[in-house]
């Protein structure tokens, strides 16, 4: 296949190119093509070309869409920082007119893609210690569900033109990078403990699974419409804690104080501080996913021994 990624060279991007490039051509939409060959192995470089992209303006690089049987967009300024109104505006605009402008060169290719594969979060439900969120559960209310909206709201557009659209609502993806390895340091220093309250969701998803998911977003054509991509047993922020404590070997009773975190994610750190619980009802029913890491203990063990 000939695919089309934008955000390829982020947290999941990465991961996604190395496995993909295997057997796929791909092209890399990057807003620096030098910044990112340096992210990738040569020993890749021959299945991968380099476009320099302007994520929300249109330009010639919307031709390289042409010809591509999918296109994946993943890109979106990173939430974890101090959310400034200029930044705000920032991570809505990377996300609402990244998407536009994709959908577009979509609809003015000649030979078009059979699929696009689009980000979204888990930040679409809003924030709540009590409910439990599946993919037919109603936006929430606040600034990143407003954000999550109004990207998907772009991606849908496509399905005007009769592609098959894919939308995945990621949880807090772990592993080595993301919010987990900037969890795991105040974790450490503060010997390890809930972070904020405790009893906030925390719902989760492993890398690796993360990339099955898209891959096989990519290859079942009766795949369609907006799955959760969290795994099927979200935890509490204690029980999180508690199993990363035994696994970091760190006792998991002093309380890391919100603003530790809130130094490091910024205001991102909301995300983490006031939680969801997210459930992958669509994705086991009607994706047929079998997840790799169903369980937190197996994906945190697995991170930490092999990935940090
Ligand atoms: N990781 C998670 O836990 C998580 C959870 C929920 C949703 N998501 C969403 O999933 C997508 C991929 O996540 P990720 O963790 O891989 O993200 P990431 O590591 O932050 O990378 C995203 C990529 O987007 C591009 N980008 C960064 N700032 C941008 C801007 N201002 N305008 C346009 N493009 C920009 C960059 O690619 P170039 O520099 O090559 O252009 C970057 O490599 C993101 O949209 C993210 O919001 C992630």
Request: proline residues 5%; contains cysteine; charged residues 20%.
């Amino acid at each position: 296949m000939k695919i089309a990624i934008t955000g390829a060279t982020g947290f999941i991007g990465t991961k996604l190119v190395e496995k993909l490039a295997k057997d796929n051509q791909i092209i890399i939409l990057t807003r620096n093509v030098d910044k990112a060959k340096s992210v990738f192995s040569p020993a890749i470089y021959s299945n991968l070309e380099f476009i320099n992209y302007t994520p929300k303006q249109e330009g010639i690089w919307q031709n390289k869409i042409d010809g591509c049987d999918a296109v994946i967009n993943l890109a979106g300024a990173p939430i974890a920082e101090r959310w400034s109104d200029s930044y705000k505006q920032e991570i809505l605009d990377s996300r609402q007119l990244g998407t536009r402008i994709i959908v577009d060169a979509i609809a003015k290719s000649n030979q078009k893609p059979q699929v696009l594969i689009n980000a979204s979060a888990i930040g679409f439900y809003g924030t709540s210690e009590t409910e439990t969120y599946t993919e037919i559960s109603p936006a929430g209310e606040d600034f990143l569900a407003q954000v999550c909206q109004a990207w998907e709201g772009e991606a849908n557009k496509v399905t005007e033109i009769g592609i098959r659209l894919v939308i995945l609502r990621f949880g807090i993806v772990l592993g080595n990078g993301g919010a987990l390895a900037k969890m795991i340091p105040p974790f450490k220093i503060f010997a390890g403990g809930p972070i904020g309250g405790g009893k906030q969701w925390f719902s989760w998803i492993h890398r690796d699974d993360v990339v099955e998911m898209i891959i096989q977003s990519l290859k079942d054509n009766n795949i369609h419409g907006t799955f959760n991509a969290t795994a099927p047993y979200p935890v509490t922020m204690n029980k999180l804690c508690e199993t990363l404590g035994s696994i970091l070997k760190r006792p998991s009773w002093l309380p890391v104080p919100s603003f530790a975190l809130e130094l490091l994610l910024g205001d991102g750190a909301k995300v983490v501080l006031e939680g969801q619980k997210v459930l992958p009802q669509k994705t086991t029913e009607l994706m047929n996913y079998n997840f790799l890491y169903p369980n937190l203990e197996s994906a945190l063990k697995q991170i930490i021994t092999t990935e940090f």
